[in-house]
Protein backbone atom coordinates (compact mmCIF):
# COMPACT_ATOMS: atom_id res chain seq x y z
CA UNK A 1 0.00 0.00 0.00
CA UNK A 2 1.02 3.91 -0.67
CA UNK A 3 0.29 6.77 1.35
CA UNK A 4 0.61 10.45 0.22
CA UNK A 5 0.34 13.04 2.60
CA UNK A 6 0.64 16.24 3.79
CA UNK A 7 -0.37 17.71 7.13
CA UNK A 8 0.60 21.49 7.14
CA UNK A 9 -1.48 23.78 5.39
CA UNK A 10 0.11 26.46 3.23
CA UNK A 11 -0.40 29.91 2.92
CA UNK A 12 1.43 31.80 -0.19
CA UNK A 13 0.97 34.19 -3.04
CA UNK A 14 0.27 38.05 -2.57
CA UNK A 15 -1.67 37.97 0.39
CA UNK A 16 0.19 34.76 2.77
CA UNK A 17 1.49 37.63 5.72
CA UNK A 18 -2.44 38.65 5.90
CA UNK A 19 -3.36 34.52 7.37
CA UNK A 20 -0.69 35.44 9.94
CA UNK A 21 -2.45 38.56 10.83
CA UNK A 22 -5.84 36.79 11.02
CA UNK A 23 -4.45 33.59 12.99
CA UNK A 24 -6.09 33.15 16.55
CA UNK A 25 -2.79 32.90 19.24
CA UNK A 26 -1.66 35.69 21.42
CA UNK A 27 1.18 34.13 22.99
CA UNK A 28 4.23 33.64 20.44
CA UNK A 29 7.73 32.37 20.37
CA UNK A 30 9.79 33.10 17.37
CA UNK A 31 12.78 30.73 16.75
CA UNK A 32 15.72 32.21 14.72
CA UNK A 33 19.65 33.10 13.73
CA UNK A 34 20.86 35.60 14.46
CA UNK A 35 21.50 37.23 11.40
CA UNK A 36 17.81 37.74 10.84
CA UNK A 37 17.23 39.61 13.92
CA UNK A 38 20.34 41.52 13.65
CA UNK A 39 19.21 42.94 9.83
CA UNK A 40 15.54 43.77 11.04
CA UNK A 41 13.40 40.98 9.20
CA UNK A 42 12.17 39.20 12.38
CA UNK A 43 10.61 43.05 12.82
CA UNK A 44 9.69 43.13 10.03
CA UNK A 45 7.77 39.94 10.07
CA UNK A 46 6.58 40.61 13.40
CA UNK A 47 4.70 43.80 12.39
CA UNK A 48 2.42 40.87 10.49
CA UNK A 49 1.60 38.80 13.84
CA UNK A 50 -1.80 39.33 14.71
CA UNK A 51 -3.35 42.43 17.04
CA UNK A 52 -2.92 41.92 20.56
CA UNK A 53 0.07 39.28 20.23
CA UNK A 54 3.06 39.38 22.57
CA UNK A 55 6.12 37.89 21.32
CA UNK A 56 9.51 36.58 22.84
CA UNK A 57 12.57 35.26 20.48
CA UNK A 58 15.15 32.76 20.79
CA UNK A 59 17.84 33.68 18.13
CA UNK A 60 20.58 31.97 18.72
CA UNK A 61 20.23 29.27 16.43
CA UNK A 62 23.30 28.42 13.97
CA UNK A 63 23.56 26.74 10.10
CA UNK A 64 23.35 22.66 11.15
CA UNK A 65 21.82 23.33 14.66
CA UNK A 66 23.42 21.20 17.38
CA UNK A 67 21.63 19.57 20.17
CA UNK A 68 23.04 21.83 22.67
CA UNK A 69 21.25 24.50 20.71
CA UNK A 70 18.34 22.35 20.97
CA UNK A 71 18.51 22.05 24.63
CA UNK A 72 18.61 26.29 25.53
CA UNK A 73 15.81 26.39 22.86
CA UNK A 74 13.77 23.60 25.10
CA UNK A 75 14.40 25.34 28.31
CA UNK A 76 13.76 28.85 26.55
CA UNK A 77 9.87 27.36 25.16
CA UNK A 78 9.16 25.85 28.41
CA UNK A 79 9.68 28.61 30.30
CA UNK A 80 7.24 30.86 27.95
CA UNK A 81 4.40 28.13 27.18
CA UNK A 82 3.20 29.93 24.24
CA UNK A 83 0.23 29.42 22.17
CA UNK A 84 2.19 29.72 18.47
CA UNK A 85 5.75 28.92 18.00
CA UNK A 86 7.13 30.42 14.82
CA UNK A 87 10.17 29.13 13.15
CA UNK A 88 11.27 31.78 11.08
CA UNK A 89 14.43 31.15 9.08
CA UNK A 90 16.59 28.58 6.76
CA UNK A 91 16.25 25.19 7.43
CA UNK A 92 18.47 25.22 10.33
CA UNK A 93 15.66 27.80 12.31
CA UNK A 94 12.95 25.37 11.23
CA UNK A 95 14.63 22.12 12.33
CA UNK A 96 16.12 23.88 15.43
CA UNK A 97 12.58 24.49 16.19
CA UNK A 98 11.16 20.88 14.81
CA UNK A 99 13.15 19.28 17.35
CA UNK A 100 12.67 22.17 20.24
CA UNK A 101 9.22 21.16 20.11
CA UNK A 102 9.23 17.62 19.35
CA UNK A 103 11.44 17.41 22.90
CA UNK A 104 9.10 20.04 24.62
CA UNK A 105 5.74 18.02 24.08
CA UNK A 106 7.13 15.03 24.52
CA UNK A 107 7.78 16.42 28.21
CA UNK A 108 4.43 16.86 28.89
CA UNK A 109 3.88 20.41 27.41
CA UNK A 110 0.52 21.19 25.33
CA UNK A 111 1.31 21.44 21.68
CA UNK A 112 1.24 25.08 20.45
CA UNK A 113 0.49 25.78 16.88
CA UNK A 114 3.54 25.43 15.01
CA UNK A 115 4.17 27.77 11.65
CA UNK A 116 6.89 27.60 9.51
CA UNK A 117 8.39 30.71 7.15
CA UNK A 118 11.36 29.78 5.49
CA UNK A 119 13.75 33.08 4.69
CA UNK A 120 15.70 30.44 2.20
CA UNK A 121 14.78 28.19 -1.05
CA UNK A 122 16.12 25.75 -0.17
CA UNK A 123 15.06 22.58 2.66
CA UNK A 124 11.45 22.37 2.67
CA UNK A 125 11.85 21.68 5.86
CA UNK A 126 8.40 24.10 6.15
CA UNK A 127 6.31 20.84 5.02
CA UNK A 128 8.68 18.06 5.90
CA UNK A 129 9.02 15.37 8.82
CA UNK A 130 12.43 15.70 8.85
CA UNK A 131 14.88 17.91 11.23
CA UNK A 132 18.51 17.20 10.86
CA UNK A 133 20.47 17.61 13.66
CA UNK A 134 24.32 18.06 14.55
CA UNK A 135 25.49 15.20 17.90
CA UNK A 136 29.27 16.19 17.79
CA UNK A 137 30.61 15.23 14.30
CA UNK A 138 27.42 13.65 13.23
CA UNK A 139 24.20 15.33 11.53
CA UNK A 140 21.60 12.90 12.49
CA UNK A 141 18.63 12.78 10.47
CA UNK A 142 14.92 12.40 12.64
CA UNK A 143 12.02 11.42 10.92
CA UNK A 144 9.01 11.78 12.78
CA UNK A 145 5.31 12.99 11.50
CA UNK A 146 5.31 14.80 14.62
CA UNK A 147 8.19 16.70 13.58
CA UNK A 148 6.14 18.49 10.58
CA UNK A 149 4.98 22.12 11.16
CA UNK A 150 1.06 22.73 11.33
CA UNK A 151 1.65 25.45 9.14
CA UNK A 152 4.29 26.66 6.21
CA UNK A 153 3.98 30.51 4.80
CA UNK A 154 5.58 30.98 1.75
CA UNK A 155 6.35 35.14 1.10
CA UNK A 156 9.46 35.04 -1.58
CA UNK A 157 10.04 38.61 -0.25
CA UNK A 158 12.01 36.77 3.01
CA UNK A 159 13.91 35.92 0.38
CA UNK A 160 15.02 38.88 -1.40
CA UNK A 161 18.24 39.51 0.79
CA UNK A 162 19.68 35.92 0.39
CA UNK A 163 23.21 36.34 -0.99
CA UNK A 164 23.84 34.86 -4.63
CA UNK A 165 25.76 31.85 -3.34
CA UNK A 166 23.51 30.97 -0.80
CA UNK A 167 20.88 31.39 -3.43
CA UNK A 168 22.95 28.67 -5.33
CA UNK A 169 23.38 26.23 -3.06
CA UNK A 170 19.76 26.36 -1.65
CA UNK A 171 18.79 26.12 -5.14
CA UNK A 172 20.81 23.44 -5.46
CA UNK A 173 19.50 21.64 -2.91
CA UNK A 174 15.85 22.11 -4.02
CA UNK A 175 17.18 19.89 -7.63
CA UNK A 176 18.50 17.42 -5.30
CA UNK A 177 15.42 16.63 -2.68
CA UNK A 178 13.29 16.43 -6.32
CA UNK A 179 15.41 13.91 -7.72
CA UNK A 180 16.13 11.87 -5.10
CA UNK A 181 12.37 11.72 -4.46
CA UNK A 182 11.75 11.20 -8.30
CA UNK A 183 14.31 8.01 -8.39
CA UNK A 184 13.66 6.73 -4.86
CA UNK A 185 11.93 3.26 -4.52
CA UNK A 186 9.25 4.44 -2.46
CA UNK A 187 8.43 7.28 -5.37
CA UNK A 188 4.57 7.66 -6.63
CA UNK A 189 2.35 8.94 -9.18
CA UNK A 190 1.83 11.83 -6.74
CA UNK A 191 5.46 12.64 -5.45
CA UNK A 192 6.67 12.30 -9.06
CA UNK A 193 4.55 14.70 -10.27
CA UNK A 194 5.96 17.16 -7.81
CA UNK A 195 9.38 16.42 -8.14
CA UNK A 196 8.99 17.11 -11.52
CA UNK A 197 7.26 20.59 -11.48
CA UNK A 198 10.24 21.41 -8.46
CA UNK A 199 12.80 20.14 -11.70
CA UNK A 200 11.58 22.06 -14.25
CA UNK A 201 11.31 25.47 -12.01
CA UNK A 202 15.07 25.09 -10.30
CA UNK A 203 16.20 24.64 -14.16
CA UNK A 204 14.59 27.57 -15.56
CA UNK A 205 14.23 29.73 -12.69
CA UNK A 206 17.62 29.61 -10.41
CA UNK A 207 20.10 30.72 -13.15
CA UNK A 208 17.78 34.10 -13.19
CA UNK A 209 18.27 34.39 -9.45
CA UNK A 210 21.57 34.08 -9.05
CA UNK A 211 22.81 36.36 -11.74
CA UNK A 212 19.93 38.99 -9.97
CA UNK A 213 18.79 38.38 -6.66
CA UNK A 214 16.06 41.03 -7.27
CA UNK A 215 14.35 38.70 -9.94
CA UNK A 216 11.50 38.21 -7.85
CA UNK A 217 8.83 36.53 -9.47
CA UNK A 218 11.98 33.77 -9.93
CA UNK A 219 12.34 34.21 -6.07
CA UNK A 220 8.51 33.33 -5.60
CA UNK A 221 8.67 30.12 -8.06
CA UNK A 222 11.97 29.12 -6.19
CA UNK A 223 10.50 29.49 -2.89
CA UNK A 224 7.05 27.19 -3.85
CA UNK A 225 9.33 24.85 -6.10
CA UNK A 226 11.37 24.50 -2.48
CA UNK A 227 7.74 23.62 -0.50
CA UNK A 228 6.42 21.09 -3.92
CA UNK A 229 10.32 19.21 -3.35
CA UNK A 230 9.62 18.81 0.39
CA UNK A 231 6.37 17.70 -0.50
CA UNK A 232 7.73 14.97 -2.67
CA UNK A 233 10.55 14.13 -0.44
CA UNK A 234 8.72 13.71 3.00
CA UNK A 235 6.78 11.26 0.78
CA UNK A 236 9.17 9.60 -1.45
CA UNK A 237 12.44 10.00 0.99
CA UNK A 238 15.42 10.54 -0.53
CA UNK A 239 19.07 8.74 -1.04
CA UNK A 240 22.75 8.48 -1.02
CA UNK A 241 23.45 12.32 -2.08
CA UNK A 242 21.68 13.57 1.00
CA UNK A 243 23.58 10.63 3.26
CA UNK A 244 26.60 11.63 1.64
CA UNK A 245 26.42 14.79 2.01
CA UNK A 246 25.18 14.51 5.82
CA UNK A 247 28.66 12.47 7.19
CA UNK A 248 30.45 15.16 5.46
CA UNK A 249 28.65 18.45 6.38
CA UNK A 250 28.95 17.41 10.14
CA UNK A 251 32.87 17.30 9.88
CA UNK A 252 33.80 20.03 7.33
CA UNK A 253 30.86 22.23 8.16
CA UNK A 254 30.13 23.39 4.40
CA UNK A 255 27.35 24.40 3.73
CA UNK A 256 24.29 21.25 3.01
CA UNK A 257 23.38 22.22 -0.59
CA UNK A 258 26.67 22.99 -1.80
CA UNK A 259 27.75 19.52 -0.64
CA UNK A 260 24.79 18.01 -2.62
CA UNK A 261 25.33 19.94 -5.55
CA UNK A 262 29.10 18.97 -5.98
CA UNK A 263 28.00 15.38 -5.03
CA UNK A 264 24.81 15.06 -7.27
CA UNK A 265 26.66 14.49 -10.81
CA UNK A 266 29.00 11.66 -9.19
CA UNK A 267 25.59 9.91 -7.37
CA UNK A 268 23.88 9.93 -10.78
CA UNK A 269 26.51 8.71 -12.82
CA UNK A 270 26.43 5.85 -10.06
CA UNK A 271 23.04 4.87 -10.46
CA UNK A 272 23.09 5.18 -14.04
CA UNK A 273 26.16 2.89 -14.71
CA UNK A 274 23.33 0.18 -14.46
CA UNK A 275 20.98 -0.26 -16.66
CA UNK A 276 18.04 -1.47 -13.92
CA UNK A 277 18.60 1.64 -12.10
CA UNK A 278 18.85 3.88 -14.96
CA UNK A 279 15.12 3.94 -15.97
CA UNK A 280 13.78 6.71 -13.51
CA UNK A 281 16.29 8.94 -14.80
CA UNK A 282 15.21 7.87 -18.50
CA UNK A 283 11.74 8.54 -17.55
CA UNK A 284 12.43 11.86 -15.76
CA UNK A 285 14.78 13.70 -18.35
CA UNK A 286 11.60 12.35 -20.79
CA UNK A 287 8.99 13.85 -18.30
CA UNK A 288 11.31 17.14 -19.19
CA UNK A 289 11.62 16.87 -22.64
CA UNK A 290 14.42 15.94 -22.96
CA UNK A 291 16.41 13.20 -25.27
CA UNK A 292 17.47 10.63 -22.24
CA UNK A 293 19.12 10.42 -18.89
CA UNK A 294 22.45 11.44 -20.54
CA UNK A 295 21.08 15.11 -21.37
CA UNK A 296 19.65 15.36 -17.58
CA UNK A 297 22.93 14.99 -16.07
CA UNK A 298 24.43 17.40 -18.42
CA UNK A 299 21.65 19.86 -17.41
CA UNK A 300 23.03 19.51 -14.05
CA UNK A 301 26.38 20.17 -14.24
CA UNK A 302 25.81 23.03 -16.66
CA UNK A 303 23.69 24.38 -14.43
CA UNK A 304 26.28 23.84 -11.47
CA UNK A 305 28.99 25.93 -13.77
CA UNK A 306 26.45 28.40 -14.05
CA UNK A 307 26.14 29.06 -10.44
CA UNK A 308 30.14 28.49 -9.70
CA UNK A 309 29.86 25.59 -7.94
CA UNK A 310 32.90 23.61 -7.12
CA UNK A 311 33.27 20.67 -9.44
CA UNK A 312 35.04 18.10 -6.80
CA UNK A 313 34.97 18.00 -3.02
CA UNK A 314 38.79 19.12 -3.29
CA UNK A 315 38.17 22.05 -4.38
CA UNK A 316 36.25 23.15 -1.90
CA UNK A 317 38.43 24.88 0.97
CA UNK A 318 37.39 23.40 4.01
CA UNK A 319 37.79 19.69 2.85
CA UNK A 320 41.40 19.31 3.92
CA UNK A 321 42.52 15.97 1.75
CA UNK A 322 44.16 14.55 4.54
CA UNK A 323 40.96 14.78 7.19
CA UNK A 324 39.45 13.92 4.41
CA UNK A 325 41.29 10.74 3.81
CA UNK A 326 41.57 10.19 7.82
CA UNK A 327 37.45 10.56 8.02
CA UNK A 328 36.09 8.40 4.59
CA UNK A 329 35.74 5.07 6.12
CA UNK A 330 33.58 6.49 9.46
CA UNK A 331 31.71 9.13 7.07
CA UNK A 332 30.50 6.12 4.55
CA UNK A 333 29.89 3.80 7.77
CA UNK A 334 27.31 6.86 8.44
CA UNK A 335 26.04 6.93 5.23
CA UNK A 336 25.39 3.53 5.25
CA UNK A 337 23.55 4.11 8.51
CA UNK A 338 21.69 7.51 7.50
CA UNK A 339 18.02 7.02 7.04
CA UNK A 340 18.24 8.37 3.93
CA UNK A 341 20.09 5.64 2.38
CA UNK A 342 17.19 2.92 3.08
CA UNK A 343 14.74 4.50 -0.40
CA UNK A 344 17.85 4.70 -2.50
CA UNK A 345 17.24 3.75 -6.26
CA UNK A 346 19.77 1.25 -6.20
CA UNK A 347 21.48 -0.47 -2.99
CA UNK A 348 24.95 0.08 -2.06
CA UNK A 349 27.76 -1.00 0.04
CA UNK A 350 30.24 0.88 2.52
CA UNK A 351 32.58 0.08 -0.80
CA UNK A 352 30.23 2.27 -2.78
CA UNK A 353 30.06 4.70 -0.80
CA UNK A 354 33.94 4.99 -0.19
CA UNK A 355 34.20 4.51 -4.06
CA UNK A 356 31.58 7.62 -4.58
CA UNK A 357 33.97 9.92 -2.36
CA UNK A 358 37.08 9.15 -3.70
CA UNK A 359 35.67 10.28 -7.41
CA UNK A 360 34.03 13.08 -6.26
CA UNK A 361 37.30 14.40 -4.61
CA UNK A 362 39.38 13.81 -7.08
CA UNK A 363 36.97 14.89 -9.75
CA UNK A 364 35.98 12.63 -12.71
CA UNK A 365 35.08 14.13 -16.60
CA UNK A 366 31.89 13.44 -17.81
N1 LIG B 1 14.34 19.17 7.55
C1 LIG B 1 14.54 18.97 6.28
O1 LIG B 1 13.66 18.44 5.60
C2 LIG B 1 15.84 19.37 5.68
C3 LIG B 1 16.08 19.15 4.33
C4 LIG B 1 17.32 19.56 3.80
C5 LIG B 1 18.25 20.17 4.63
N2 LIG B 1 17.99 20.36 5.95
C6 LIG B 1 18.95 21.01 6.87
O2 LIG B 1 18.75 22.42 6.78
C7 LIG B 1 19.99 23.10 7.05
C8 LIG B 1 20.33 24.04 5.91
O3 LIG B 1 19.34 25.02 5.77
P1 LIG B 1 19.51 26.20 4.69
O4 LIG B 1 20.20 25.67 3.50
O5 LIG B 1 18.18 26.82 4.53
O6 LIG B 1 20.53 27.18 5.38
P2 LIG B 1 20.63 27.78 6.89
O7 LIG B 1 19.31 27.81 7.54
O8 LIG B 1 21.72 27.05 7.59
O9 LIG B 1 21.09 29.26 6.58
C9 LIG B 1 22.31 29.51 5.90
C10 LIG B 1 22.70 30.97 6.07
O10 LIG B 1 21.77 31.78 5.35
C11 LIG B 1 21.37 32.88 6.17
N3 LIG B 1 20.04 33.32 5.74
C12 LIG B 1 18.86 32.69 5.91
N4 LIG B 1 17.87 33.42 5.36
C13 LIG B 1 18.44 34.54 4.86
C14 LIG B 1 17.93 35.69 4.19
N5 LIG B 1 16.64 35.81 3.88
N6 LIG B 1 18.82 36.65 3.81
C15 LIG B 1 20.14 36.52 4.07
N7 LIG B 1 20.67 35.47 4.70
C16 LIG B 1 19.83 34.48 5.09
C17 LIG B 1 21.42 32.33 7.58
O11 LIG B 1 21.52 33.37 8.52
C18 LIG B 1 22.65 31.44 7.53
O12 LIG B 1 23.81 32.18 7.79
C19 LIG B 1 21.03 22.01 7.22
O13 LIG B 1 21.24 21.74 8.59
C20 LIG B 1 20.41 20.81 6.52
O14 LIG B 1 20.92 19.59 6.98
C21 LIG B 1 16.80 19.98 6.47
ZN1 LIG C 1 18.65 18.69 1.43
Known sequence: MNDFKLKTELF??????????????RDIFIITDGFLESSG??????????????????????????????????????????????????????????????????????????????????????VTNFAVITRGENKVVLIDDLLAPDGALLEADFTRSVPARITADTGMDVLTHAIEAYVSQDATAFTDAMAVKAVRTVLSDLPAVYRDGMSMRSRARMIEASCIAGVAFTN??????????????GRFHVAHGRLNAVLLPYVMAFHMAEQKYRGPYERLAGELGMAGADELLRAVLDLRQTLDIEHSLSGIERIDALEFERAISDMAEAA????CTLPNVRPVSKQDLVNLYRDAFRGLSF
Not at 336 to 339: F, L, T, W
Open 41 to 126: MVAKMAQHLPAGARYQTYSNVKPDPSQELVDEGVAAVEAARPDMVIAFGGGSCIDAAKAVLYTCCGRGMAKPYFLAIPTTAGTGSE
Open 12 to 25: FGSRALERLEQMPY
Open 336 to 339: MHDR
Open 236 to 249: AGLGINHSLAHALG
